[in-house]
Each structure stands twice: as structure tokens, then as C-alpha cells.
């Protein structure tokens, strides 16, 4: 069955630190990939998205992310990362008649 | 920048009460989503809108729940008879296209079944 996954709920790096939150994903075809950002109390921000083309992807907030086909995977990165940064992470691909289908988020914390 | 409206920003309502969930999606957007996170869940999806009818629904999406576009402007979510597993966030969403183009999203709305 076609899916996004994020293997992990919780991640936890020190500011200034890079960060690195996991996605993979199982779908026929080119896949197209998203990541989205949700800060508390707020909805999803859009930050950067895999069509085609490099695979080396990059979004707002300085964040970017990494398509890997022979991995599955669309690893989100930042080479810094910022105690603002802390909010929690989805992964999502539009999936047969599904616009969307978010993974099940995972917590980013940055500790100062 | 434009943005995805939402109101109210909390609902209260009693089980078996009828609530409508409301939207101003960005202008210029063709299609339109509603989607709902269950406290400590995932994002689900529950309908898209485009051309003035449903274009794809969940399973979630049952004969409870519909949608419309009353106006040029807003996009309604109704919920005939809440039951009290329908609390959640309801997030609306619009895009100018489908497949590779992002979708933008509504601050939610908390919807509390008692």
C-alpha cells in the first residue's frame, strides 16, 4: 500500500546543532513530496516541496530536504538549527485519490 | 501575504447538535480541503471541493457531514449530528491546482463535542 511514514515522533537537538527529521515513502509512480510545519495553536505552513529535478530541495526558513529514490526517502535538514525551529513536523505525498496523506508527525525540539 | 481564514477558532457544541465550520480560502485558489487532527493524531483528510462539488471524500466523510460554497468567497463544513468522537481540529485548506501544487491551510478550528 502506498504510504509516508516518519519513524520517528520525537527528535531533540541543540541549537546550533544540524537537525534531520525522517521521512520515508512508499508510492508507484514519481512520487511528489511535501513537508509542512505546525506550530502550536496554528495551522500547517507549507516549507518546500519534491517534484522533479534535483533532489536537493529547498524551502523556507532555511530548511531543505533531500530525495533519495533508491532510499525511499525525503529527509528534511537544516545545517543550524534555531530554538524557533521547535514545533512539530509532517511529511505528506499525495496518494492515489488522496490529495494528501500526512506521516504522523514527528516533535522537533531544539534546546538552547 | 493571503492567507487561509477560519471561524470560529473554538466551537463548543452539544452531542447530536448540528455545527458549521467556516472558510474563506485564499482568492484567487480553485480547489478546496477539509481535513481534521484528532487530538495526538495525524492529519486526516476528509474532502476536497472544486467546481462546485466534491471531487474526492474520505471514509471519514460520511452522510453527516457536507460541504458548500455559498458564496464566491466562503467554503462550509456542516456536521449534521456531532457525536463526541468528531472533536478535533478542522483545518481548511486551498490550492490553485492539485498533485505538485501546495496546498495552504487555515489557523483550524477546535471543535469540542460534549
Not at chain 2, 449530528?81 to 477546535?110: I, N, W
Amino acid at each position: 500500500a502506498q504510504s509516508v511514514a516518519q519513524p520517528e515522533d520525537q527528535v531533540n537537538v541543540a541549537e546550533g546543532n544540524p537537525l534531520t527529521v525522517k521521512c520515508t515513502y512508499s508510492v508507484s509512480g514519481n512520487p511528489y513530496l511535501f513537508w509542512y510545519v505546525q506550530y502550536p495553536n496554528r495551522g500547517l505552513q507549507f516549507l518546500l516541496k519534491y517534484i522533479t529535478g534535483d533532489n536537493l530541495v529547498k524551502g523556507s526558513y532555511g530548511f531543505e530536504a533531500e530525495f533519495n529514490k533508491s532510499q525511499t526517502s525525503f529527509h528534511l535538514k537544516k545545517p543550524s538549527a534555531l530554538v524557533s525551529d521547535s514545533a512539530l513536523y509532517f511529511c505528506a505525498a499525495p496518494l492515489g485519490n488522496t490529495p494528501l496523506v500526512f506521516g504522523k508527525g514527528t516533535r522537533l525540539s531544539v534546546i538552547a | 501575504e493571503p492567507e487561509v481564514t477560519q471561524t470560529p477558532s473554538h466551537q463548543v457544541t452539544q452531542m447530536g447538535q448540528e455545527v458549521i465550520l467556516r472558510c474563506v480560502p485564499i482568492s484567487n485558489h480553485l480547489y478546496f480541503y477539509w481535513y481534521r487532527q484528532i487530538l495526538g493524531q495525524k492529519v486526516e483528510f476528509l474532502v476536497s471541493f472544486y467546481n462546485n462539488e466534491i471531487s474526492e471524500k474520505s471514509e471519514i466523510f460520511d452522510d453527516q457531514f457536507s460541504v458548500e460554497r455559498p458564496d464566491g468567497s466562503n467554503f462550509t463544513l456542516k456536521i449534521r449530528s456531532t457525536k463526541l468522537e468528531d472533536s478535533a481540529m478542522y483545518f481548511c485548506a486551498s490550492s490553485d491546482g492539485q498533485g505538485v501544487h501546495e496546498q495552504y491551510f487555515g489557523p483550524g478550528t477546535r471543535l469540542t463535542v460534549t
